[in-house]
């Protein structure tokens, strides 16, 4: 069975940095595609961005661009969420996804498989 577990979040002053792991197990990611997506209390889940799984082309969505970023290690199984210059609002439960397709989407219905997230607080 497909297991993605996130590792990473906690306390973070604003304006400090995080990165976020995404660990698969039991399969390989070679073939799959990740998103990221968070959720804040009371919102609905958020997608932040995704990369696809051959040409480790990402999108990140407008709302974190130039401070969030993606990237995948294969070798380690394992894609990374790279968060800089954080502020209040990025506080959520961070998840990431995956689904076996070349293409990637921050739209979180066109995923299979979901880590069980992992807590990123910003603030002072």
């Known amino acids: 069975q497909v297991q993605l577990v996130e590792s990473g979040g906690g306390l973070v002053q604003p304006g400090g940095s995080l990165r976020l792991s995404c660990a698969a197990s039991?399969?390989?990611?070679?073939?799959?595609?990740i998103g990221w997506f968070r959720q804040a209390p009371g919102k609905e889940r958020e997608g932040v961005g995704c990369?696809?799984?051959?040409?480790?082309?990402?999108y990140i969505t407008d709302s974190v661009k130039g401070r969030f970023t993606i990237s995948r290690d294969n070798a380690k199984n394992t894609v990374y969420l790279q968060m800089i210059s954080l502020k209040h609002e990025d506080t959520a439960v961070y998840y990431c996804?995956?689904?076996?397709?070349?293409?990637?989407?921050?739209?979180?219905?066109?995923?299979?498989?979901w880590g069980q997230g992992t807590q990123v607080t910003v603030s002072s």
């Open positions: 996804a995956t689904v076996a397709s070349v293409g990637c989407t921050v739209v979180p219905d066109a995923y299979d498989y």
């Open positions: 039991r399969f390989t990611l070679d073939y799959y595609a």
């Open positions: 990369i696809n799984s051959r040409k480790r082309i990402t």
